[in-house]
């Protein structure tokens, strides 16, 4: 009994002195005021009101001055014939009939066609340069007007070397065409040969 007596009053006396100590600190705390952070400054920007746009005025554009007229003088040209490179003579042509004039029955002259102009052909530059020299063999006809038409080439040598030099000459070859009882005629079946030799350009 005394064991138990002696143990409660020591148990008091330490919750006592417990509490006691609890209300000691309770009484010693500080409690620290926290400083409030500084305040934010708002600043307010008037925006300012847009500007009305500039007009502009459009710059009339002046159309440019024209150029002087010019002057257009009027000449006529002096048709000359002009002499080829070539200085060989022209070969005769071959007609059927050897007859170059006919009295007809109404005292009107028939006549065969002849030659009033005969051009020269051209050299080729690269036969001159390498010194080909050759021949071209030619048919063709003579229209009412006297034009040389329907040209072929009959042969060549050497072959196509001269053929288109040959038929350029001859095509701007001039005739008095073939005449019937005073009428201008088609005539056919001229041959000719246009020669080209070196000797011929010295």
């Not at 925006?47 to 007009?55: A, H, L, N, R």
């Not at 024209?66 to 060989?88: D, L």
């Amino acid at each position: 009994m005394k064991k138990i007596i002696s143990v409660f009053s020591i148990a008091s006396v330490t919750t006592f002195g417990l509490f006691a100590f609890m209300a000691f600190l309770i009484s010693n705390d500080q409690v620290g005021i926290i400083e409030g952070l500084p305040p934010v400054v708002v600043e307010v920007i008037e925006i300012p009101e847009d500007s009305k746009p500039e007009v502009i005025p459009r710059k009339t554009l002046q159309p440019p001055v024209p150029p002087p007229v010019m002057v257009v003088s009027k000449t006529t040209p002096e048709v000359t014939e002009v002499n080829s490179e070539i200085g060989y003579v022209p070969p005769e042509i071959s007609i059927k009939s050897s007859t170059t004039e006919v009295i007809s029955m109404n005292n009107q002259r028939d006549t065969e066609a002849r030659p009033i102009v005969r051009v020269n052909p051209k050299y080729p530059m690269d036969a001159l340069r390498n010194g080909i020299q050759g021949w071209v063999r030619l048919a063709f006809d003579i229209s009412d007007i006297g034009e040389v038409i329907n040209v072929k080439v009959l042969d060549s040598e050497p072959k196509r070397v001269f053929d288109k030099a040959a038929k350029q000459a001859l095509k701007k070859w001039k005739y008095r065409a073939k005449s019937v009882n005073g009428t201008r005629t088609k005539q056919g079946n001229f041959t000719v040969q246009l020669d080209f030799n070196m000797d011929q350009q010295i």
